[in-house]
């Protein structure tokens, strides 16, 4: 027997699957693509792409995600309507009982690991019933080594079968689907959904909990690139504010797109792909991710041109939530290791639909981490259901759905590594400019790119700033190749009194917002807020 069936034999054996159908163990894509297909999971796209459904949840469940409540998290996590408590015994049997399921069934497993920095590298190993999600974690976490393979060594395991359903009554759940984290174990409990995702937010949970509670080290929702003089710089922002558009430049080498931690030095991705929304998607507007549709990606939830096997990105019958999955070597311009020295910029990118926010300012430490705790953007009419009118968003560090600690965590630490290295943090609105949604216009694309550049490139470390007299933030008053006039949002509104009463009202939401987050705030986080 070679060391492949020996390591085969071992992981079976430690998951407790020796009675499985059918021990599925590190497939290579094109297996797991044939699979999927003899399987019903999918079909092939004129590209060579995987198209795929997800079934009823389309998205993750936020509601229906917990975290296992025992000695180690009971004073650790955060518990809120985020972090929901599960009972420590009803995991452990919810786990057995999965593990009995799985009993004459065919499984696919595969082992992968995150971050890549030895110093912090996660061994994860998947259980999957679909050979499509045992795909989506080949492209989405990193591949290790063929010699990396040989250890039956593992940190974190998730078992994730779509088809099994919880009892309420019994198994402790809200409802059918669930996803728990167990931090003690180092186990993920997926089931009843379909949604793939699940999978790479909960290794990114795991990796919030265990990065800055045990090792210090900042884990942080962003996209990051570097330049070509080796400057590193991080894009925080919601959806729909153009962190990846903006971290894709063709002068900059991409590290990665969604998840990253900051360790001292250095800035590493935790993932081996990326997860992009493709609705609309064209090969103007995202060359690289268009390109990237190819044999070997997964693409969820999309309709083909009828007649035809050409996918119809604009079509959105099943969800406005169209993805596709695909490693990172399937884009240029990428950093090989995907890490980069400590960075010189931080952007945070806000779509402020209320026209108040100045299209580029310069933040002080302080106002730094009262920001990064606000995650702030806005809706506008047309981008969900019901939304008639801007509403104000907020989410903690820009990702408060995968925070296990309290914001203010994450933000001291951002706060501390500002001050050590002397980063440049600047707010970017990609929102509107001249009045709010209806009224005003949004950021031109170019102009946006244009202040980008020149704060990566020095140009606004020597022009003079004019303090915004709400916010407190420090507005540019020129910025090469943008018309000066656009750089205080107040002279841009042809009612300046409207502009300051429209002001007044976002720095209430931002207040209001903030009060839950204000009694564990230092005073410097608290003086970071609004002054006006």
């Known amino acids: 027997m070679d060391n492949a069936e020996v390591k085969k034999d071992m ?32 079909v092939l796209a004129d590209t060579g792409a995987l198209m ?51 009993e004459d069934k065919t499984v696919y497993v595969r082992q992968a690991h995150a971050c890549d920095h030895d110093n912090y590298r996660l061994g994860i190993t998947v259980v999957n019933t679909w050979a499509w999600h045992n795909l989506f974690c080949y492209n989405l976490f990193m591949r290790p080594e063929e010699q990396a393979l040989l250890s039956p060594n593992t940190d974190f395991t998730i078992i994730n079968i779509p088809e099994f359903q919880a009892d309420p009554l019994t198994d402790g759940t809200r409802s059918e689907n669930f996803a728990i984290l167990n931090l003690s174990k180092n186990i993920i409990l997926i089931g009843g959904t379909g949604y793939a995702g699940e999978m790479k937010k909960g290794i990114f949970s795991v990796l919030n909990f265990k990065l800055p509670h045990e090792r210090g080290v900042l884990s942080m929702h962003c996209s990051a690139n570097v330049g070509k003089e080796g400057d590193t710089a991080i894009f925080f922002g919601l959806s729909g504010t153009g962190k990846t558009t903006l971290s894709a430049d063709p002068n900059r080498s991409l590290i990665g797109d969604d998840e990253h931690g900051w360790a001292d030095e250095t800035v590493f991705n935790f993932e081996g792909g990326c997860y992009a929304k493709v609705v609309d998607l064209t090969r103007e507007k995202e ?17 083909f041109v009828e007649g035809q096997r050409t996918i119809n990105y604009a079509d959105r019958s099943v969800t406005q939530n169209t993805r596709t999955a695909y490693p990172i070597h399937y884009i240029p311009n990428i950093m090989r290791p995907s890490r980069g020295d400590a960075p010189q910029n931080i952007f945070f990118l806000a779509a402020d639909a209320f026209g108040v926010l100045p299209p580029i300012s310069r933040l002080t430490a302080g106002q730094a981490m009262y920001h990064f705790i606000s995650g702030y953007t806005a809706k506008v009419a047309g981008t969900e259901m019901g939304v008639k009118e801007p509403q104000a968003t907020f989410s903690a560090c820009f990702g408060a759905a995968f925070l296990p600690l309290h914001p203010t965590r994450y933000a001291d630490l951002l706060g501390k590594k500002i001050n050590q290295h002397q980063v440049n943090v600047w707010l970017i609105n990609t929102g509107w400019s001249g009045g709010g949604y209806g009224v005003g216009s949004r950021m031109k694309l170019s102009y946006t790119r244009a202040m980008i550049t020149a704060a990566l490139n020095g140009d606004l470390d020597q022009v003079s700033y004019t303090k915004h007299p709400i916010f407190g933030i420090e507005m540019p008053d020129s910025c090469p190749n943008v018309p000066s006039e656009l750089l205080h949002p107040r002279n841009t509104w042809e009612d300046p009194e409207a502009y300051d009463h429209m002001a007044l009202h976002l720095a209430g939401l931002f207040r209001d917002n903030f009060s839950r987050y204000q009694d564990f705030a230092s005073p410097q986080i608290l003086a970071g807020g609004p002054i006006g």
Request: charged share 25%.
């Open 11 to 42: 992981v079976q054996n430690l998951l407790g699957l020796g009675q499985v159908k059918k021990f599925n163990f590190n497939l290579p894509p094109a297996a797991l693509v044939e699979h999927a297909i003899l399987n019903g999971e999918g």
């Open 287 to 303: 060359p690289e991710i268009y390109d990237a549709i190819r044999f070997g990606t997964i693409v969820e939830n999309t309709r």
């Open 52 to 102: 795929v459904d997800t079934g009823k949840f389309t998205g993750r469940s936020p509601n229906d995600r917990y975290i296992v409540s025992d000695d180690k998290t009971l004073q650790a996590v955060w518990w809120s309507d985020i972090n929901i408590p599960f009972d420590a015994q009803k995991f452990d049997a919810l786990h057995r009982k999965m593990l009995d399921y799985l």
